[in-house]
């Protein structure tokens, strides 16, 4: 899929995934909303104001309130890809919140998660 197609997808499609993925490994859709937040500095009521509106996926990063400083220290593979090799900075932002989610479905604490 072109980098293209996924910013173009609807973030509240993704944001289901992402909640699906979670909950099936026994985590919770608000662990996922903190992993989220932490990532892009939106509030909970940004978060949700969002997921009910049809905001492309790539809009979402792009005009995230404060990008996560520590989110550099988030390594690892997705996709096959190591995230900390993505040149693009939009897709690499995209790839962060996937292994966070995958790190969080794997069971991992939130103080590793969040990187604390």
Do not use: H
């Given at each position: 899929?072109?980098?293209?197609?996924?910013?173009?997808?609807?973030?509240?499609?993704?944001?289901?995934?992402?909640?699906?993925?979670?909950?099936?490994k026994g985590r919770t859709k608000e662990e996922v909303d903190e992993v989220i937040r932490w990532l892009t500095g939106y509030s909970q009521e940004e978060?949700?104001?969002?997921?009910?509106?049809?905001?492309?996926?790539?809009?979402?990063?792009?005009?995230?309130?404060?990008?996560?400083?520590?989110?550099?220290?988030?390594?690892?593979?997705?996709?096959?890809?190591?995230?900390?090799?993505?040149?693009?900075?939009?897709?690499?932002?995209?790839?962060?919140?996937?292994?966070?989610?995958?790190?969080?479905?794997?069971?991992?604490?939130?103080?590793?998660?969040?990187?604390?």
């Amino acid at each position: 899929m072109s980098n293209e197609k996924v910013y173009q997808m609807e973030f509240s499609k993704i944001y289901k995934l992402l909640v699906q993925k979670a909950v099936k490994k026994g985590r919770t859709k608000e662990e996922v909303d903190e992993v989220i937040r932490w990532l892009t500095g939106y509030s909970q009521e940004e978060l949700e104001d969002l997921n009910d509106k049809k905001t492309a996926y790539g809009d979402f990063f792009l005009n995230a309130p404060e990008m996560n400083e520590k989110r550099s220290l988030i390594k690892g593979v997705v996709c096959g890809v190591r995230v900390e090799k993505i040149e693009e900075p939009l897709l690499r932002d995209i790839r962060y919140l996937d292994k966070l989610i995958d790190e969080l479905a794997k069971g991992k604490t939130m103080d590793k998660i969040l990187r604390r």
